[in-house]
């Protein structure tokens, strides 16, 4: 074992891995020691307490879909030849499983069909197909993966033929992973031979580009705003030339879809601005006061919902990241093996996560244009499998959009 290794480990107070380390086989101690060596400990920083700052919060103006309407031509207009030229990449976040959906493949590869098969993928692809049409133009998609799926994501892609996308323009790509401790700080094992990872957030696709050597590729393309979505949202519009059309020409640093909430109580992060900068402030971060706060003509202060679907500027997205993310340390459940190697399965949390999350890159622009669009046409997310923001509800929106499931 490298000296080195364990110097590290002994700085960092890892004592319980060394020990552990003396009882592995020559192969588990490489195994192990491989997932060491590439641990960024600049994470347990966040484990101290840092003195909080103060916040000035303010409600922030959204181009409302009534104004988009009126201009929708010269947006798309705009739009349309940024994509012609290949100015546009998307990024598609689809590291999840479909657990919560009773699902254990990729969330993406989930059947909505009902009398045919629909999948999750197959809508986002079609989506995306509506605008490469229009634009008689190919656009490079980075599809974020897991560890967990990505084979059987690209297996998925390519037993249905990519859902006619030209694959020489898909990329896939797996997340980083971020090491789980328990709440002294401490390294947990999910096996003798492996440490306790899991992905490091939805914030975590530019680094995640960096390393596996995607990110060279787009910097050094005419590539200037990349469209990031998530999976779980089976009608949104992705390459949307009016949204990017609206966002050029407005120039603001970047752009977020949003939608108005449904009622001042809704579970979605709220679009704002913190200390003159664009900012989402989750909903359990609103006072009362805040929540219920109305502008001149009633409608909500902060009322904007935002439905993870940006568009940022490439090349301020390398110059503002190059500088870490701030982490987020949160409180979960891991599974872990003990010291005695019997694998431990916690109900309550046992373990802090640390992950970076999309809506701080928000907060590294400088400006942002708050961009509505209509809940009925675009927000269909599907997050249960019955409730509120499930595959039902999902469905519904679907049929009322024309789908034949």
Request: some cysteine.
């Amino acid at each position: 074992m490298q000296e080195n290794i364990l110097d590290i480990l002994k700085e960092k107070e890892q004592f319980h891995i060394i020990e552990h380390l003396e009882s592995l086989s020559e192969k588990e101690a490489a195994k192990l020691t491989e997932q060491i060596e590439a641990i960024d400990w600049t994470f347990l920083d966040y484990l101290k307490e840092s003195p909080k700052k103060s916040s000035v919060i303010e409600p922030i103006p959204a181009l409302q879909i009534k104004d988009i309407d009126n201009m929708s031509e010269t947006y798309k207009t705009i739009g349309s030849k940024a994509i012609k030229d290949g100015k546009l990449c998307l990024l598609l976040l689809a590291g999840g499983q479909g657990t919560r959906l009773g699902h254990d493949k990729p969330k993406g590869a989930y059947n909505m069909g009902i009398t045919k098969d629909l999948y999750i993928f197959e809508l986002l692809i079609e989506h995306t197909m509506d605008v490469v049409k229009m634009t008689d133009t190919w656009i490079h998609m980075y599809i974020m993966t897991s560890d967990i799926n990505y084979h059987d994501t690209i297996s998925f892609f390519k037993e249905h033929n990519y859902f006619g996308y030209n694959p020489d323009f898909l990329h896939f790509f797996v997340q980083e992973l971020n090491p789980a401790t328990d709440f002294d700080g401490r390294l947990l094992l999910s096996s003798r031979d492996s440490l306790a990872l899991s992905p490091n957030g939805n914030g975590g696709w530019f680094s995640s580009l960096k390393r596996c050597g995607l990110l060279d590729t787009i910097l050094s393309s005419d590539m200037e705003w990349i469209n990031v979505f998530s999976v779980d949202n089976v009608l949104q519009r992705i390459a949307d030339p009016i949204f990017l059309g609206a966002t050029i020409h407005s120039k603001k640093m970047c752009g977020s879809k949003v939608v108005y909430k449904a009622s001042a109580e809704e579970k979605v992060g709220a679009i704002c601005k913190e200390n003159g900068k664009p900012h989402i402030i989750e909903y359990y971060e609103l006072s009362k006061d805040m929540m219920y706060q109305t502008n001149e003509d009633g409608s909500l202060a902060y009322g904007y919902g935002v439905i993870l679907n940006y568009l940022f500027p490439i090349h301020r997205l390398k110059e503002t990241l190059d500088i870490k993310m701030p982490l987020h340390v949160v409180k979960k459940a891991v599974p872990y093996i003990n010291s005695t190697g019997e694998l431990i399965t916690p109900t309550e949390p046992n373990a802090y996560k640390f992950e970076t999350l999309a809506l701080d890159l928000i907060h590294e622009m400088d400006d942002c244009l708050v961009y509505e669009v209509s809940r009925e046409k675009e927000f269909a997310p599907v997050k249960n499998r019955v409730g509120v923001d499930s595959v039902d509800t999902a469905r519904e929106l679907l049929s009322k959009n024309g789908y034949t499931l």
